[in-house]
């Protein structure tokens, strides 16, 4: 089985900071892309920030300039940092990792379980 497990959420002011992690564990062979999503009420999970494992990111352009992706390779761990957190930004942080699905040019992706971020006064 694989874990993706996220911490870090939590209320912050406007303008402020905040560290999302996600850590994987279990059965994987290999990663290819590791990212986060986030999601209202309502509304269809968008795209925040990915990974590849080549290094190369991508950023929605909501968050360009304020938000930053990385990761740690020998820990299987992901990292979003969010500066200048606007209320816009409250959400359900989610954690996505796909990992190969060997033989095949298809990927099996995994999702954690969310983490609240929220941006208030």
């Known amino acids: 089985q694989v874990q993706v497990v996220e911490s870090g959420g939590g209320l912050v002011q406007p303008g402020g900071s905040l560290r999302l992690s996600c850590v994987v564990s279990g059965s994987i062979e290999s990663i290819i892309f590791m990212g986060w999503y986030r999601q209202a009420p309502g509304k269809q999970r968008e795209l925040v920030a990915g990974i590849t494992s080549g290094g190369s990111t991508n950023l929605a352009d909501s968050v360009k300039g304020r938000f930053t992706i990385s990761r740690d390779h020998a820990k299987n761990t992901v990292y979003l940092r969010m500066n200048s957190l606007k209320p816009e930004d409250r959400d359900v942080y989610y954690c996505?990792?796909?990992?190969?699905?060997?033989?095949?040019?298809?990927?099996?992706?995994?999702w954690g379980q969310g983490t609240q971020v929220t941006v208030s006064s």
């Open positions: 996505n990792v796909r990992s190969p699905i060997s033989g095949s040019i298809r990927y099996r992706t995994f």
